[in-house]
Nanobody, 118 residues
């Protein structure tokens, strides 16, 4: 069973920075995609950023130039450096890992709250 544990959320003023971390444990194939999604109150969960083990990165337009995703493949850990935070970045941030073997497997963390005050 794969487990994901996030850390690093909190309260920050607009313009500030936070760094999220997510450590995955369990049997995960080398070829996988790890990423971050977020859900604001009353809204659907949305993609923030993903990074494949091979290095391919995808960002939501709303965070390009402000957020940076990175990962340590050896530790199955993914990070999200968030700079120039805005109140609209507020939400619960979820880490996930996705891979394919005989079928699609996707696992999620419990989420960490990020609150940006104006």
């Amino acid at each position: 069973q794969v487990q994901l544990v996030e850390s690093g959320g909190g309260l920050v003023q607009a313009g500030g920075s936070l760094r999220l971390s997510c450590a995955a444990s369990g049997s995960i194939p080398r070829i996988n995609i790890m990423g971050w999604h977020r859900q604001a109150p009353g809204k659907q969960r949305e993609l923030v950023a993903t990074k494949a083990n091979g290095g391919t990165i995808n960002y939501a337009d709303s965070v390009k130039g402000r957020f940076t995703i990175s990962r340590d493949n050896g530790k199955n850990t993914v990070y999200l450096q968030m700079n120039s935070l805005k109140p609209e970045d507020t939400g619960v941030y979820y880490c996930n890992v996705l891979y394919f073997t005989n079928r699609k497997y996707e696992y999620w963390g419990q989420g960490t709250q990020v609150t940006v005050s104006s």
